[in-house]
Structures are given as C-alpha cells and as structure tokens.
C-alpha cells in the first residue's frame, strides 16, 4: 500500500496539467439580458411602441467575441451560437424593453404604428479569461452607440452606453464567463432607459 500513494500523484498531476492547457475549442455563450428591476414603473396606459432595426457590427475583429488563455499553455475561444452577434444583441435589447413595458417588434414587421424606429452599432463587445495559479480573471467589454428615430417630429436622440466587468473565479467554468458579459451587457440596456424619457410617444433624453 505504501507505493500506491506516488503512483497516484504520478497520474494526478498530468491530469490536472491536462485540464489547465487549451485545445483551441470554441465555447458558445448564450446572450441575452438578466433578471432585472421590475417593470411595473416603466408600464404605462400607452406604453412606446418601438421597431428595433438590425445592428450593425463595427467591432474591428468581428469573428468570436475572445479567448481564455490557459494557466499550462494554449487558448480556447468565445463566440455567440451562430456567429452572428450583432443579431443577438438587438434580441436581447428588445427583450429587455419590452421587460421595461415599451411595445417593441423588429423593423419591418409590421412597424408602421410605432412610436420610436431605434438601431445601434456595436463598437465592442469581448470578454477575456486569464488563467493563473489559484484564478481566472475575467475581463468583459461591451459598448453600444444607438441612434433612435422619433417617428411624430423626425428628431434624433443618440447615446452611446459603455459597460466593463472584471471579475476573479476560482473554478473556471465557461458559464462564468457568460454570466459577467449578460450582466454588463443589460446594465448598457439599463443606461438607456435610465437616461431618457417619454413624453408625447417621443423618446427624449433627460436633462442634468
């Protein structure tokens, strides 16, 4: 029994080598916003009626949205299912505004009631992982320029909301990095409605 004991530290330790080193895969994360506030001060009689149009992708690398690097070695990679993640954003923005009360449907589908026709541009959108000794470090980054359209007066109103995460996991797991980008990313959501108003089915931006 007592040679047992190095004989499995021998085989342990490769393993965990193993798990520590990167083999290039590619971990999808599912975008889309959190659970919020609720909406219930956001509802009204006539809630904004809004068309959200498709984003445009102006991140300089528009392929995955980053890598992990390994404690041992090696990358894997992040990326949103499809690849497409100027589309998942514009999904979970609407979400979200419709969570906040406003009525909101894709451009073209049926928009010619609405209030508001509001699209954006992505100009960065990443999360990193870093693996070290005891942790991973987390680093997320998300910024939005959008452009909404006052359909009654033709007036614009432009904002661009910035968000950041940076967080230690001690056991790693992809998800993780999912759940910090979700969570930046509804907060950028939150900057919009927090920064603007309703008045008269026109979407205003709110004075100091």
């Excluded at 029994?1 to 499995?8: E, F, I, N, T, V």
């Excluded at 149009?53 to 991140?59: A, G, L, Q, T, V």
């Excluded at 090696?74 to 299912?81: H, K």
């Excluded at 992809?174 to 990313?185: G, K, R, S, T, W």
Aim: net charge neutral.
């Amino acid at each position: 029994m007592k040679g047992l004991r190095p004989l499995l530290i021998c085989w342990t330790i490769p393993l965990v080598l193993l798990g520590c080193s990167g083999r290039g895969e590619v971990f999808p994360l599912q975008i889309h916003m959190v659970s919020t506030e609720s909406a219930s001060r956001a509802k009204s009689p006539e809630p904004l009626r809004v068309a959200i149009s498709p984003f445009e992708d102006s991140r300089s690398h528009k392929t995955g949205l980053g890598i992990r690097t390994h404690l041992w070695g090696g990358v894997s990679y992040f990326d949103v299912p499809g690849g497409n993640t100027a589309d998942v954003v514009a999904t979970a923005m609407g979400d979200y505004l419709t969570a906040m009360g406003w009525q909101v449907t894709k451009q073209g589908a049926g928009d010619t009631g609405v209030d508001v026709r509001l699209t954006g541009k992505i100009t960065d959108f990443s999360v990193h992982a870093k693996s070290r000794v005891g942790s991973t470090k987390v680093t997320t980054k998300t910024r939005l320029s959008i452009e909404a359209n006052n359909v009654s007066d033709g007036s614009v109103v432009r904002m661009t909301l910035d968000g950041a995460g940076t967080e230690g996991i001690f056991w790693f797991n992809p998800e993780d990095a999912q759940e910090i980008l979700n969570e930046v990313l509804t907060d950028s959501f939150r900057k919009l409605v927090q920064g603007t108003t309703v008045d008269n089915r026109m979407l205003r931006l709110k004075t100091p």
